[in-house]
């Protein structure tokens, strides 16, 4: 199977790592972030995760799903995603964020790789990466995320 590169992006936070990680894996940091949507997960390593939110007509649907490979908390946390649950076979890959604390801050890298040659998905990944990772710098920084969806 041929592969497109991964795909890397590394932002500076302005606060610690604990808090950065409940932005990304937290109730309300989730909720904030994915528009009302929530994670569930034990995030224990084999177990399954879920980000679910409403489909618009009072019931809900599964926005991206897949299996925890590995969680460390507040360092490290790497996911097998599919993102159309609804068709595992059309986007799946592997995002692994990984948290340093540099003096004030937190160094957030988030890396998706093992993502199939061809892959339509992969060009919204690519863009829309950009415009997650930027809601999220300026929710923990300030307590709201950037409107970068319209």
């Known amino acids: 199977m041929n592969q497109f590169a991964p795909l890397k992006y590394i932002f500076y936070i302005g606060a610690p790592p604990a808090k950065v990680w409940e932005a990304i894996v937290g109730e309300e940091g989730v909720r904030k972030l994915f528009f009302g949507a929530r994670l569930e997960s034990t995030f224990e390593p084999g ?19 897949g299996k925890v490979l590995e969680c460390t908390p507040e360092r490290r946390i790497t996911l097998l995603s599919n993102y159309q649950p609804n068709n595992p076979e059309v986007f799946t890959t592997r995002s692994t964020y990984e948290l340093e604390p540099i003096v004030a801050c937190t160094k957030l890298m988030l890396t998706h790789d093992e993502i199939r040659e061809g892959d339509p998905f992969y060009q919204h990944l690519s863009d829309g990466t950009w415009k997650l990772l930027s809601r999220l710098k300026s929710m923990i920084e300030t307590g709201e995320p950037l409107n970068l969806f319209g």
């Open 47 to 65: 177990s399954d995760f879920r980000y679910v939110g409403s489909d618009g007509k009072g019931g809900e649907v599964n926005y991206v799903t």
